[in-house]
C-alpha cells in the first residue's frame, strides 16, 4: 500500500516569487509519482510525471519536480509564478509493476494562491 | 487531443434516490476508474474496471456501488440509495496501459454530486 503526505494545504505567494510545494509518500514497492493541477471548476489535469530515468522531470509551464528516493520526496518547484498557477495541486503515487490496476492514491492537495 | 467525458456536470438529487454519472473513456484505453472528492478532502480511489469486470474496489465502494460498461463504450457509475455523505465530485478516469511504462491515468473534469 502507498500514502501520499503533502504537508501545506495552502501556500499563497506573490506573483513572481518561487515557490515549492511539499510531497513526501510511503510505499513498499517500487512507484511512479506523478503531479496533477486542478484549475478552479475544472478537472484534474497531469502536470508531470516521474516513471524511470533522469531524477529531475519538467512541465511545459515552468514546473519541476525532484525524485528524491532516499527522502521519499517529489517536490515540485517553480522559479517564478504566475497569477494563472493558482490552482490546486495534487501529489500521486502509483504501484510501477501493475500490480495495483496502475491506480493513483493522492495526497490531500495543496492550494497555492499566486497574489499580485 | 483525446478526452475522458463526464455527464452531467452537476446533479442534485433527494436522499435515498438512485444517480447514475456517465462517463465516456478514451476509446482505445483498457482501464477505467472512478474516484471522488468530498469537498475539502482528497482524491479517493473508488474502483477500477478492466476486461469488463471490476479489478479492485475500496471500501468506499459498499453494495450501494456499482459500476456497468453497458455498450463498449460509456463507463457508469450507479448508487443505488444516496446518502448525505455521497455529496463529492465524481471523477472518471482511463489508462492505456501501455505496457513499456508510460502508464497515466487520464481523468473527466467530474461530475459534481449534491444530496440534499
Known amino acids: 500500500a502507498q500514502s501520499v503526505t503533502q504537508l501545506d494545504s495552502q501556500v499563497p505567494v506573490f506573483e513572481e516569487a518561487p515557490v515549492e510545494l511539499r510531497c513526501n509518500y510511503s510505499?513498499?514497492?517500487?512507484?511512479?509519482l506523478f503531479w496533477y493541477v486542478q484549475y478552479p471548476n475544472q478537472g484534474l489535469q497531469l502536470l508531470l510525471k516521474?516513471?524511470?530515468?533522469?531524477?529531475l522531470v519538467e512541465s511545459i509551464n515552468g514546473f519541476e519536480a525532484e525524485f528524491n528516493k532516499s527522502q521519499t520526496s517529489f517536490h515540485l518547484r517553480k522559479p517564478s509564478v504566475h497569477i494563472s498557477d493558482t490552482a490546486e495541486y495534487f501529489c500521486?503515487?502509483?504501484?510501477?509493476?501493475?500490480?495495483?490496476?496502475?491506480?493513483?492514491?493522492f495526497g490531500k492537495g495543496t492550494l497555492l494562491t499566486v497574489n499580485p | 487531443e483525446p478526452e475522458v467525458t463526464q455527464t452531467p456536470s452537476h446533479q442534485v438529487t433527494q436522499m435515498g434516490q438512485e444517480v447514475i454519472l456517465r462517463c465516456v473513456p478514451i476509446?482505445?484505453?483498457?482501464?477505467f476508474y472512478w474516484y471522488r472528492q468530498i469537498l475539502g478532502q482528497k482524491v479517493e480511489f473508488l474502483v477500477s474496471?478492466?476486461?469488463?469486470?471490476?479489478?479492485?474496489k475500496s471500501e468506499i465502494f459498499d453494495d450501494q456501488f456499482s459500476v456497468e460498461r453497458p455498450d463498449g463504450s460509456n463507463f457508469t457509475l450507479k448508487i443505488r440509495s444516496t446518502k448525505l455523505e455521497d455529496s463529492a465530485m465524481y471523477f472518471c478516469?482511463?489508462?492505456?496501459?501501455?505496457?513499456?511504462?508510460?502508464?497515466?491515468?487520464?481523468f473527466g473534469a467530474g461530475s459534481r454530486l449534491t444530496v440534499l
Open positions: 500521486a503515487v502509483s504501484d510501477n509493476s501493475g500490480g495495483s490496476n496502475y491506480k493513483l492514491t
Open positions: 476509446s482505445n484505453h483498457l482501464y
Open positions: 510505499s513498499s514497492v517500487s512507484v511512479y
Open positions: 474496471f478492466y476486461n469488463n469486470e471490476i479489478s479492485e
Open positions: 478516469a482511463s489508462l492505456e496501459a501501455v505496457f513499456s511504462g508510460a502508464n497515466v491515468l487520464t
Open positions: 516521474y516513471l524511470s530515468g533522469s531524477t
